[in-house]
């Protein structure tokens, strides 16, 4: 059944950039499973959502539920303000249908034949529910990368919706951010939003949207502005912020959060100053997104790469190039200047200092061999002592050096003479 529109959406599901199409009741009734009980996704004020299986994937069908006039508006803000949008963090629409059928209905005692108006709005499937149960459920932990990347998400879709599309959404809640397979934040639910033209601000008599989240200017006076917005994004990040949907205490719910770490508590600032009574205190979307930049650089400072890490606990210590410490542990060794000068000044009267005892011993052999070479057999340039060792042995090493040679001397029957 439908097989044209189960590949039209089906394409459209695969192509990102694809217009949302008009469908068919016939078909969303079918895909719905004649939208069963056992397919509802979600149910709310306004409609019911309800799963919808494709050949080759899966959509979210939501049926407007109320029918008079306010209902039929609804339908049409929502869906001129979704046939445009295109973004990662917004729910993509896929499609819709406005279906009248005549059907029996029972009015004013009697029984009689009605035209019936049914809308629906078809979406993109989301398969981690929405941000409520996430703030609800304690079992997806609250690491701060998750949470950062929430905020940043939903903060992200809201500019855009302001920017780009002149877009209020007027309903932003936990309810109304849905969560896909990476916990990518997607804003849906435009039901009650508002299209901007030039104005940037308008006043109404008819106040809708959920309380606790409402911004006070237009809760009382029907105030209707992009600040309107960033209230109710202030709500959100502080429930994120905490880690639950509990009702915050707007004054000091940021007095308890512990934490050393500057990048939540700047999170934290953002939205105190998200939620201030004046609207004209709040920060705009570009403001938010300018100081989020700012914690994602610190982040990226703050946070030291494994190379960096490895080599901390792997780099050698830089050492002097007289290695004190040697010197101070040697037992019957002097350090510190008056070491120095005395090394200094054996080295002026002294030969070239050797490596250690056993080329000293190597040295006399060779000697020996050659039978009778004189006081000027050479001994190895210890120029190249990288690692400048031993030399607080210095003295005793050219005291056995000219012992070893006196006695070398007299075995084949040389007078040496100590220079």
Excluded at 294 to 312: A, D, F, Y
Excluded at 382 to 397: H, N, P, S
């Amino acid at each position: 059944m439908g097989d044209q529109e189960h590949e039209d959406l089906e394409r459209i599901l695969i192509e990102k950039n694809a217009n949302a199409i008009p469908l068919s009741y016939t078909f969303l009734k079918y895909i719905t499973n004649n939208f069963s009980h056992e397919r509802e996704i979600g149910r709310g004020g306004f409609g019911i959502v309800y799963k919808g299986v494709l050949r080759n994937g899966n959509v979210a069908v939501k049926k407007l539920s109320r029918t008079d006039d306010i209902s039929e508006k609804q339908f049409e803000d929502e869906l001129f303000c979704l046939i445009r949008v295109k973004h990662k963090n917004i729910v993509r629409f896929l499609g819709y249908c406005s279906n009248i059928s005549r059907e029996v209905v029972h009015h004013n005692g009697r029984d009689i034949l009605a035209d019936v108006q049914q809308r629906f709005l078809c979406f993109e499937y989301i398969p981690n529910k929405s941000l409520k149960h996430y703030l609800e459920d304690e079992s997806y932990g609250r690491e701060w990368e998750t949470r950062y990347n929430l905020i940043e998400g939903i903060c992200h879709g809201l500019q855009y919706l302001h920017n780009e599309q002149r877009i209020n959404h007027l309903d932003l809640k936990p309810e109304n951010i849905l969560l896909d397979y990476g916990m990518v934040p997607k804003i849906t639910d435009f039901g009650l939003s508002r299209r901007f033209g030039e104005q940037s601000r308008i006043i109404t008599k008819n106040i809708y949207g959920t309380l606790g989240y409402l911004a006070p200017e237009y809760l009382n006076y029907g105030k209707l502005s992009f600040k309107s917005d960033i209230y109710s994004l202030g709500i959100i990040m502080g429930k994120i912020l905490r880690g639950n949907n509990d009702i915050l205490d707007f004054q000091n719910w940021h007095k308890s959060q512990v934490t050393d770490s500057p990048q939540v508590k700047r999170c934290i600032e953002i939205a105190q100053l998200c939620v201030n009574a004046d609207e004209h205190k709040r920060p705009t979307i570009d403001e938010i997104i300018a100081m989020l930049n700012e914690i994602h650089m610190s982040r990226s400072n703050s946070v030291p790469s494994l190379e960096k890490m490895e080599g901390q606990k792997t780099q050698p210590q830089h050492v002097a190039p007289i290695e004190r410490s040697s010197v101070e542990h040697m037992p019957g060794t002097k350090a510190g200047p008056e070491w120095n000068r005395e090394s200094a000044r054996a080295s002026s009267s002294q030969p070239p200092p050797v490596r250690a005892n056993k080329e000293a011993q190597d040295a006399t052999t060779t000697q020996e061999e050659d039978d009778g070479s004189d006081d000027d057999q050479r001994e190895e340039d210890d120029g190249d002592d990288d690692d400048q060792r031993v030399q607080e042995y210095i003295l005793e090493c050219q005291k056995k050096r000219r012992k070893i040679m006196t006695m070398a001397a007299a075995m084949i029957g040389m007078v040496w003479i100590s220079s």
